[in-house]
């Protein structure tokens, strides 16, 4: 008769165990009094570990979580009132801004913008130009590659095809051949230096 | 409110992983914040206690983690002759826990639990003193369910191995 083991015994004492494992179990311990000892035991321990006192939480203790959740400033919810409120405060504030502008530089409005819309426009089209030598540069750069390896593959083939199918086997035999070698001496020496460890 | 229905299971948990009561106070109110500040990230798809539980497992490790007390991940295998406890049949010892009476006994495993492995001691915890199942645990440690029921079984008999050390 062999007896369960300590995993089966504590499904046991948890309830886990099917109708059927149950039975065979208890006839087992009907019939073994060290496992009955084992399950009385854990049993015990158990008991005791699920007698244990709580800890016990101090009466003022979610009222103490409360203010200090109360000090924590609340996340602003934006609504849509407040993005409009926003957009005409932020609007007012370029009129008066420009207002004062006007007043204290003399100068007319649209004057001003007239040139400033010049300056920003002659920055975007040097950018521009910028760009479209950026990308002709790397065009140019494209194509000097590619006719260069073009050229490489042409001298491959013309190479590959002075050689004869016989000489090719040569070489793949002998080449085989030599990481064979290699190996069989690199293996040998591996083999003689851990001899030689021990 | 979420504070009152759900302070004794927190505080029960980290009391039991930290040891202090003043510093299990300390935690379990910091692990309320955390909670109201990430209330937005909460899906309802999932339990609020695993969700909970999930953020103060967090508070406490990190806390380990700064005061350099060593964990077991729960994703590697123990070390080998420490923790880990082959599916044995039951012992030859004579019994170790029935000598006690029921109050000595509660004291001594008191004290064994606090000498388990961080990372047994909080599922042993979760299971016995808050009554999740291995289930929930297995979804808050993101494990699988076979894992948490051998940790948990581990705990226990390094449990009994403490208490008949104790004797």
Same mark, same amino acid.
């Given at each position: &008769?062999?007896?369960?083991?300590?995993?089966?015994? %504590?499904? %046991?004492?948890?309830?886990?165990? #099917?109708?059927?494992?149950?039975?065979?179990?208890? #006839?087992?311990?009907?019939?073994?009094?060290?496992?009955?000892?084992?399950?009385?035991?854990?049993? !015990? &321990?158990?008991?005791?570990?699920?007698?244990?006192?709580?800890?016990? =939480?101090?009466?003022?203790?979610?009222?103490?979580?409360?203010? !200090?959740?109360?000090?924590?400033?609340?996340?602003?919810?934006? @609504?849509?009132?407040?993005?409009?409120?926003?957009?005409?405060?932020?609007?007012?504030?370029?009129?008066?801004?420009?207002?004062?502008? @006007?007043?204290? #530089?003399?100068?007319?409005?649209?004057?001003?913008?007239? !040139?400033?819309?010049?300056?920003? $426009? #002659? %920055?975007?089209?040097?950018?521009?130009? &910028?760009?479209?030598?950026?990308?002709?540069?790397?065009?140019?750069?494209?194509? =000097?590659?590619?006719?260069?390896?073009? !050229?490489?593959?042409?001298?491959?083939?013309?190479? @590959?095809?002075?050689?004869?199918?016989?000489? $090719?086997?040569?070489?793949?035999?002998?080449?085989?051949?030599?990481?064979? @070698?290699?190996?069989?001496? $690199?293996?040998?020496?591996?083999?003689?230096?851990?001899?030689?460890?021990? | 409110?979420?504070?009152?229905?759900?302070?004794?299971?927190?505080?029960?948990?980290?009391?039991?992983?930290?040891?202090?009561?003043?510093?299990?106070?300390?935690?379990?109110?910091?692990?309320?914040?955390?909670?109201?500040?990430?209330?937005?990230?909460?899906?309802?798809?999932?339990?609020?206690?695993? +969700?909970?539980?999930?953020?103060?497992?967090?508070?406490?490790?990190?806390? +380990?983690?700064?005061?350099?007390?060593?964990?077991?991940?729960?994703?590697?295998?123990?070390?080998?002759?420490?923790?880990?406890?082959?599916?044995?049949?039951?012992?030859?010892?004579?019994?170790?826990?029935?000598?006690?009476?029921?109050?000595?006994?509660?004291?001594?495993?008191?004290?064994?639990?606090?000498?388990?492995?961080?990372?047994?001691?909080?599922?042993?915890? +979760?299971?016995?003193?808050?009554?999740?199942?291995?289930?929930?645990?297995?979804?808050?440690?993101?494990?699988?369910?076979?894992?948490?029921?051998?940790?948990?079984?581990?705990?226990?008999?390094?449990?009994?191995?403490?208490?008949?050390?104790?004797?």
């Amino acid at each position: &008769m062999s007896c369960f083991n300590l995993e089966r015994l %504590y499904a %046991y004492l948890e309830g886990d165990l #099917s109708s059927a494992k149950k039975q065979d179990f208890e #006839s087992h311990l009907a019939a073994c009094p060290k496992c009955r000892d084992a399950v009385a035991e854990r049993k !015990r &321990m158990l008991e005791a570990i699920d007698s244990l006192p709580a800890f016990e =939480v101090p009466p003022d203790f979610a009222k103490g979580v409360m203010d !200090r959740i109360s000090t924590v400033p609340a996340k602003a919810k934006v @609504t849509i009132f407040g993005w409009l409120a926003a957009g005409a405060a932020g609007f007012l504030a370029l009129i008066a801004a420009l207002s004062i502008f @006007t007043l204290v #530089s003399g100068q007319n409005l649209i004057q001003f913008f007239i !040139r400033l819309n010049h300056g920003l $426009w #002659s %920055y975007v089209k040097d950018a521009a130009f &910028m760009l479209v030598k950026i990308a002709k540069f790397l065009m140019l750069a494209f194509k =000097v590659v590619h006719e260069l390896l073009g !050229r490489g593959l042409e001298s491959l083939k013309v190479f @590959t095809s002075l050689i004869s199918p016989e000489a $090719w086997a040569i070489f793949i035999c002998g080449t085989l051949l030599l990481i064979l @070698t290699v190996g069989v001496l $690199w293996g040998r020496r591996f083999w003689l230096e851990k001899h030689h460890e021990k | 409110m979420i504070v009152q229905r759900y302070q004794q299971p927190v505080f029960n948990y980290i009391g039991r992983m930290v040891g202090e009561r003043e510093l299990a106070l300390d935690f379990s109110q910091e692990v309320f914040l955390k909670v109201y500040a990430s209330l937005g990230s909460y899906r309802a798809q999932y339990k609020f206690s695993t +969700w909970l539980f999930k953020i103060a497992s967090n508070y406490v490790i990190d806390h +380990w983690r700064k005061k350099k007390i060593p964990t077991l991940s729960l994703d590697q295998q123990p070390e080998d002759g420490e923790e880990r406890y082959p599916l044995q049949t039951p012992d030859e010892n004579p019994s170790v826990v029935r000598q006690f009476e029921l109050s000595e006994l509660r004291k001594r495993i008191d004290a064994a639990i606090d000498k388990l492995p961080a990372s047994l001691k909080e599922l042993f915890v +979760w299971r016995h003193i808050n009554g999740l199942s291995y289930e929930e645990m297995a979804e808050i440690k993101d494990l699988p369910l076979g894992t948490v029921k051998n940790r948990i079984f581990q705990a226990k008999e390094i449990l009994k191995r403490l208490l008949g050390e104790s004797a």
